[in-house]
């Protein structure tokens, strides 16, 4: 067991002094996850309002679709998306494999459906009576769709935040899209698959701890919200 508590302390040595292969998966993983999360924010929001307030033909296959996105493996995204942006597919021509920029598109494909399916459930489940209300009010419709958003700010904000903890989490993804490439797009939890298999055990804590540090931080932020949204 000495490896473990040797690991652990060296972990802490790397953080503390700033080493820069640490630091550097650290920061690409934190520039990725949030244009990935923001991105599937701006998207899936108003297409989870749309799905939630509206009927129409086909809805019931497209929730069951959404819902069965959500738990697509990682790696499956990772192959799905790399058959689309590698050289011979559609997309190749944009250069998009072992970049950051194709490792956003992956995570998207991960956090997207999330979003969409959370928002949309947390939209009809206060979606008939407060529609009701607000239109007997008079309200306009951008206000009607104003109003409902802000009742439903807590599921959406946990959508969001339930759709980034699978976004900065994920290894799959980033491995086969981003190829792990030091200093470029290598991020914490491929650099731990990585830094572990070599036997750099320290290296593999320290991110770790970074990973816990930074969810722990996202639940904490959902609790305050929670509580200041209940008093």
């Not at 033909?57 to 590698?86: C, E, F, H, Q, W």
Request: hydrophobic share 55%; no cysteine.
């Amino acid at each position: 067991m000495d490896y473990i508590s040797q690991g652990i302390a060296t972990a802490f040595q790397l953080l503390a002094r700033g080493d820069a292969e640490t630091w550097s998966a650290v920061i690409t993983t934190l520039r990725v996850s949030s244009l990935s999360i923001l991105i599937s924010l701006l998207l899936g929001i108003p297409a989870g309002f749309l799905l939630g307030s509206i009927s129409f033909p086909g809805k019931n296959s497209i929730r069951t679709l959404v819902d069965t996105l959500m738990a697509l493996p990682t790696v499956v995204v990772g192959l799905l998306v790399y058959s689309l942006i590698s050289r011979r597919g559609p997309l190749g021509e944009f250069g998009l494999l072992f970049t950051l920029e194709g490792i956003v598109i992956g995570q998207v494909v991960l956090g997207l459906p999330i979003v969409v399916a959370l928002t949309a459930s947390a939209i009809e489940s206060l979606e008939i009576q407060l529609r009701q209300t607000l239109l007997t009010l008079g309200t306009t419709k951008k206000q009607l769709v104003l109003s409902t958003l802000w009742e439903a700010r807590y599921a959406v904000t946990v959508a969001a935040i339930t759709a980034y903890s699978r976004i900065i989490s994920e290894v799959g993804v980033s491995m086969m899209l981003g190829g792990n490439i030091k200093w470029h797009t290598r991020s914490i939890t491929t650099a731990m698959a990585l830094e572990t298999g070599k036997g750099e055990f320290a290296m593999g804590i320290a991110l770790g701890m970074v990973l816990l540090f930074i969810v722990l931080l996202v639940n904490l932020f959902l609790a305050e919200f929670k509580r200041r949204s209940a008093a």
